[in-house]
């Protein structure tokens, strides 16, 4: 992986490449911040970014506490609960992502997962029918939909990712469409089905940070810890991944069952995301981007506990702002597109992240 | 890019190859008039059926107008726009084009919800050619070889256009309205609400007349100045009949996602580049595929229909696919 620093996006940054050619690794320009963030002990910045992180969640479960409590404190335990879940998943797929495709760019949601999910859950929707899918107990519905989606992204990626090298921007362009090719057939679904069968699966197509699932919430957390477990147990062999297929056969690890494995651990925890709150494209992409700036090495022993504490400052802290500062509650996941895409395009021109 | 047919294969043999394929649309346009949930025959139109005429007039016969100019436009928009930026993948709806015009609808929206049909056409084409602009300026620093990178730029700044119009449809609770422009759908065609799409009739004769020198704008700017054509004006010209064709068309009908991407490609995959043949071949398939589909949107839950931007978008996505990993197996 090249060792280039990623510099927190603003559309001012955008620059031409040199030349038209490929620029190779950009000479350190030293800037005085990340100097000093990059020279903090990674243990540090965790102990920090932890400590926000749970003086946030504190604030968000205890701000305007009045009325009743009984009532109002379950439910943004629900909520902040399902951040966290969302942070977890969301910061460790992207991770294990990029450091299988060694690259920092690539994204499980660019490359169309949760649009996967998406269709999975509408196309079993539409086969099952609305009162069987209903009626059906979540844990169930949510354990078939997490095994059609692992088998169909691993025929999906193993497609894509298996051959010889290929064009990243092919990879970044074909992962675009065929999310919009499964967004797209999902919504032509929804269409076919009757009106009424619609409206009771209106809520499980439209979930969002105000919108959780309290049933799934269960079932994900112990999901998502199972996974946690896994992926911990291999951060050596991730340490490895990450400097590209080569080395790491040649170091002895067993590269395409690992990959796979990883793969699998991805669609997971996409699955996992996208059925509590729906899609969010960029989260990912943002969150990884911030933990690399942060993070002195390329441990995953250290960048693993950054990048979730990270996803859950961002949620819980952006909730926060939106909810009590401005007062909207819903638009998060726009704002996180927005800036995501604003960073997507950085690096995208920036060209110097292979 | 392939080679173009042998300057002896003659005009007329050509010209008839057009006049046939016109025909072939044709046929498929007075097929679209008879899809629907009223009764409109041949036998009750025959039988003089005084409520069967109405239909036909008032709904039946604009909607396949619309389609058919529609279809025309927007793929002729994206020939116009892949001559421009001299890349295969690139067309309104991939540069922020028609994200910008929606854009602009919606600020208009906000601000004069009363206003006619009229203004929020030109504020949205006003919008439509600052965001085309905003692309072609960044564009002109990228490095022109990287075909793939262009359009995934271009996708991009639209993503983040559209964010920031949801943004606001929701500040304003317009996101439902929104879909209306996000969705291309002919079924609110009627008559006396679509005339204003005749203007893209116009745009794509001008498109028609001016396409060989967007070849040559898109050459780059010494190459043509070379050749004793304004650049600059090319440029200008080209960049207003893709605004304006797009903004036209997202105002009446919606978006049509794809269109302009898949049929030039299509078009050039069957005849090669010949520039002046391709233009009327594009607008030929772009009018017979958004027929189609809207055919199909009207028929496969019938008698409910889904909005052909739906149709497109998994049609057109599925080709776009097929034109991207073409290259890769061959």
């Known amino acids: 992986m090249p060792e280039t620093p990623v510099t927190p996006a603003t559309a001012s940054h955008i620059r031409p490449m040199p030349d038209g050619g490929r620029p190779g690794p950009r000479p350190w320009s030293p800037s005085r911040w990340r100097d000093a963030v990059r020279s903090t002990p990674p243990g540090l910045v965790i102990a920090v970014v ?47 992502f990029q450091t299988v495709t060694a690259n920092r760019i690539l994204t499980p949601s660019i490359m169309g997962f949760d649009s996967l999910y998406i269709l999975v859950q509408t196309g079993l929707a539409f086969v099952a029918g609305a009162a069987t899918l209903a009626t059906a107990p979540s844990t169930l519905k949510f354990g078939v939909e997490i095994l059609l989606m692992v088998g169909f992204s691993a025929i999906l990626y193993r497609w894509m990712f298996t051959g010889a090298t290929r064009s990243l921007h092919l990879l970044l362009l074909v992962g675009i469409v065929l999310g919009t090719l499964f967004r797209g057939f999902s919504s032509l679904l929804q269409r076919l089905m009757e009106p009424s069968e619609f409206i009771i699966l209106q809520d499980l197509f439209f979930a969002s940070f105000n919108n959780v699932d309290p049933g799934l919430l269960g079932v994900s957390a112990v999901l998502v810890a199972l996974v946690c477990v896994g992926v911990w147990r291999m951060r050596h062999t991730l340490d ?7 080395v790491a056969i040649n170091v002895g690890v067993d590269h395409k069952p690992v990959v796979m494995r990883v793969l699998l651990a991805c669609s997971l925890l996409v699955a996992i995301s996208t059925a509590l709150v729906g899609p969010v ?74 | 890019m392939r080679p173009t047919a042998p300057a002896s294969r003659n005009r007329a043999g050509e010209t008839a190859r057009l006049v046939a394929a016109a ?24 039988a003089n059926d005084a409520g069967a005429w109405e239909i036909f007039w008032v709904s039946r016969v604009p909607r396949t107008v619309a389609v058919v100019l529609a279809g025309m436009a927007v793929a002729v928009a994206g020939l116009i726009m892949q001559l421009m930026a001299r890349n295969r993948f690139v067309e309104p709806s991939t540069v922020g084009t028609v994200e910008s015009a929606t854009l602009g609808i919606l600020v208009v929206t906000v601000l004069a ?38 359009p995934l730029v271009g996708i991009m700044l639209g993503g983040i256009i559209a964010a920031v119009t949801t943004f606001f449809a929701y500040r304003f609770d317009l996101l439902q309205t929104l879909s209306n422009w996000m969705i291309g759908d002919f079924s609110g065609v009627l008559r006396g609400r ?29 190459f043509t100045t070379n050749l004793g054509l304004n650049y600059a004006r090319t440029m200008r010209l080209g960049l207003m009949i893709v605004s304006l064709i797009s903004a036209v068309v997202v105002t009446t009908v919606g978006a049509v996602p794809f269109l302009g991407l898949v049929v ?12 002046r043949r391709a233009v009327p071949w594009t607008a030929l398939f772009g009018a017979a595929f958004v027929l189609v589909c809207d055919i199909i949107g009207r028929t496969i839950r019938f008698p409910y229909e889904v909005p052909v931007g739906m ?20």
């Open chain 1, 281 to 354: 494209t960029f989260f990912g992409l943002l969150v990884v981007s911030l933990g690399y700036q942060l993070c002195r090495g390329f441990r995953h022993a250290w960048l693993l506990p950054i990048v979730v504490l990270i996803g859950a400052i961002a949620l819980v802290g952006g909730q926060l702002l939106l909810e009590r500062v401005f007062g909207f509650a819903t638009a998060l996941s726009v704002i996180i597109e927005f800036t995501g895409g604003i960073l997507f395009l950085y690096l995208l021109l920036k060209g110097s992240l292979k």
């Open chain 2, 194 to 222: 679509y005339e204003l799409l005749w203007i893209v009739a116009v745009l794509v004769l001008v498109g028609l007349f001016a396409a060989d020198r967007f070849t040559v704008a898109g050459m780059g700017q010494d």
């Open chain 1, 50 to 96: 932890a400590i926000a992180a749970v003086v946030l969640v504190a604030v968000f479960l205890t701000i305007d506490l009045k009325g009743n409590i009984a009532y109002v404190l379950p439910r943004r335990v629900i909520k902040v609960s399902a951040m966290l879940l969302v942070a977890v998943a969301v910061g460790v797929s992207t991770l294990l």
């Open chain 1, 240 to 246: 490895v991944l990450a400097l590209g297929r080569e």
């Open chain 2, 311 to 330: 149709v497109m978008s998994v049609l057109g996505a599925i080709l776009f696919l097929f034109l991207l990993l073409r290259k890769r197996n061959a």
């Open chain 2, 264 to 275: 030039p490609n299509i078009v050039s995959l069957l005849f090669g580049d010949n520039l």
């Open chain 2, 23 to 46: 025909a072939v649309v044709l046929v498929i346009a007075v097929g679209s008039i008879f899809v629907g949930v009223s009764d409109v025959s041949l036998p009750a139109l025959l």
């Open chain 2, 113 to 150: 919800p009363d206003s006619p049909i009229l203004t929020k056409m030109v504020v949205a084409s006003v919008f439509a050619v600052l965001g085309t602009a905003l692309f072609l300026a960044i564009l002109r620093r990228l490095p022109a070889r990287n075909t793939l990178l262009i």
